[in-house]
């Protein structure tokens, strides 16, 4: 009786455990609508669950949890959009309040003809060698006085230069007065005193009157016989001068030089004869036609730049030497008209490496793809694109965003702003002697921070001298190209005087830093800056080794407007 019990409650039991595990696979095959809504409503939940984050739309690094003001510009802080789905790696999305905040346009990418195009070059303003002179003494004497003895003062024909005491001039005035009382019976005699006066420069007006009175001149005037601008006091009073010694250098600024860098790849595109557009921004309302006069015959092996040059006009004295000028040069009006890809030189934004810009893929919706692109020739305000974007698609500037969501970015090639370091293989030289560049640069940028303009033109001729030092011959011809602009920016930044211009020119030059710093091993820790107000609300980047910002935009009037958006660990070399 009992194991007849037994037995009906085992058979029960797996009666029980067979029909759950038939019944329980048919509900999960069988695809019922109550499970679909429960794995509905699973998904709503854990999308309900994301927390809202809000950010700056001019500091978009800025994070919180909450709404408020940002710490760095005080705006408001804006509601960050959760990662769309969908989206191919390289695009992000951006809310339309963010996109208003940060009054962005797009522009259509279309094709335009080019006829022949221009190009744009860089240089400054020097003196006219050809028409320079030096004022030197004929003769032998101390200096009792010298009445031109400062830079830039004016200089006419004639104008008394100094006093001299001469003792050979001297005892040449007495002969003058001996021969004169002989000039009867020895007129051999007297015409070759006389000649011996005029070989020191002396004129027949001053051998007259020393004659005529009869009196010797100790201490003899000393005319300047060209006009000019005094360029450098060679001299100073008291000072023992011999025969021919020169007393100033003399410059003749009724013309001035403007002297242009081209690059390598440029110079089959010059001849001589051809019509540049000179601008500077001390007059930036005006454009000056000038003619390239001389191309110099050797390129710098260093900056692998050749010397291009034109003649000014300069009688109304506009020009300086050392100021900063801009030259456009028109290619042949004969080139045939080409049709290809325009878009606006701001919407391009060069990384060093890469020129890149970004395209709004659905004119519908606010998302946005990077495209690296390859540029052709420059026409006014616009690029040619040889690669990279079709006809038809918008483009614009925007890199933060993109920081944002840990999307590529011109700081972030790989997709994320912490993402290791591709770094290429450097010659260990190269990489020392940049190391050392960095230091002299780092000087540069405390002295922009500081707005002291003459400090920011010797540390940039300093750094200047340290870069041509640099041996490129074992790199990448990426790192030379770089290396080449950077000495050019630096020659532009040394050679201005003013602090605007200096900045301008340190925008580009930190694009080229940024470049090599990130392919170098570097011996201090870097952070890499960037103020987004900078450069025409464009944004400008810098270096540093202190993680505190200090903006070399803008100095004293936005010194902490900035923020770090990467920074370069420190290697052993």
């Known amino acids: ?15 029980l455990l067979l029909g759950y595990l038939i019944f329980n696979d048919s509900g999960k095959n069988s695809g019922t609508v109550k499970d679909v809504s429960d794995m509905s409503e699973s998904h709503n939940h854990e999308d309900e669950s994301v927390e809202q984050m809000w950010t700056c739309s001019m500091h978009p690094q800025i994070m919180g949890s909450e709404p408020g003001d940002c710490p760095i510009c005080g705006m408001d802080l804006i509601p960050a959009e959760s990662m769309a789905n969908g989206l191919a790696t390289e695009q992000f999305r951006m809310s339309e309040n963010a996109i208003a905040l940060a009054n962005i346009q797009t522009t259509i990418v279309g094709q335009g003809s ?38 830039g003062q004016d200089l006419r024909k004639g104008q008394l ?58 201490n003899f005037p000393v005319y300047a016989t060209v006009s000019g601008t005094v360029a450098e006091v060679m001299t100073a009073e008291g000072d023992y001068v011999n025969q021919g010694q020169p007393l100033l250098k003399v410059s003749n600024l009724n013309t001035v030089w403007a002297e242009f860098d081209a690059y390598e790849n440029q110079v089959s595109q010059f001849k001589k004869g051809q019509k540049i557009k000179v601008t500077t921004n001390a007059y930036p309302n005006k454009v000056f036609n000038a003619t390239v006069s001389f ?13 291009v040059r034109a003649t000014l006009n300069n009688a109304d004295n ?41 395209v709004k893929t659905n004119p519908a919706q606010p998302v946005f793809e990077m495209r690296e692109v390859t540029i052709g020739r420059r026409n006014g305000e616009n690029y040619t694109l040889l690669n990279g974007v079709a006809n038809g698609e918008g483009t614009f500037t925007v890199d933060a965003a993109a920081q944002l969501q840990g ?12 993402a290791k370091r591709d770094l290429k293989q450097l010659p260990e030289s190269f990489e020392r002697d940049f190391n050392g560049f960095l230091e002299v640069y780092m000087n540069l940028k405390d002295a922009f921070v500081q707005s002291e303009t003459k400090r920011v033109s010797a540390l940039a001729k300093l750094a200047s001298s340290k870069l041509k030092n640099i041996e490129t011959s074992e790199v990448s011809k990426d790192v030379q190209s770089q290396m080449e602009a950077l000495q050019a920016q630096l020659n532009a930044i040394s050679a201005s005087s003013h602090l605007e211009n200096q900045r ?70």
């Open 295 to 307: 191309i110099d015959p050797v390129l710098n092996s260093r900056t692998r730049t050749v010397t």
């Open 114 to 151: 080019i006829e022949g195009g221009s190009m744009v070059l860089t240089g400054t303003i020097m003196t006219n060698e050809e028409a320079n002179s030096v004022q030197a003494s004929y003769f032998d004497g101390r200096i009792e006085r010298l009445n031109v003895n400062y830079e």
């Open 318 to 358: 506009i020009f300086k030497p050392g100021m900063f000028v801009s030259g456009k040069i028109e290619q042949s009006e004969n080139t045939p008209n080409e049709q290809q890809l325009i878009v606006p030189a701001s919407a391009v934004m060069w990384t060093g490496e890469r020129s890149l810009v970004y």
């Open 407 to 418: 999307k590529k970015s011109m700081m972030n090639n790989s997709g994320s702003v912490n």
């Open 1 to 15: 009786m009992n194991k007849n019990i037994i037995y009906v409650g085992a058979a029960v039991v797996i009666g």
């Open 161 to 218: 230069l100094a006093t001299i005491y001469s003792p050979n001039l001297v005892a040449a005035q007495q002969e003058l007065l001996t021969a004169s009382s002989l000039k009867e019976t020895q007129p051999d005699l007297y015409k070759a005193v006389r000649n011996k006066l005029k070989l020191w420069k002396l004129s027949e007006n001053q051998i007259n009157k020393i004659e005529e009175s009869g009196k010797v001149v100790e």
């Open 504 to 573: 301008d020119e340190f925008v580009a030059l930190n694009e080229n830093i940024v470049g090599i710093a990130l392919k170098t091993r570097v011996a201090k820790n870097i952070y890499i800056q960037k103020c987004p107000m900078a450069n025409n609300n464009k944004g400008a980047m810098w270096l540093s080794h202190e993680k505190l910002v200090k903006n070399p935009y803008y100095g004293e009037q936005m010194l902490s407007c900035g923020s770090v958006i990467d920074s370069i660990s420190a290697k052993s070399l």
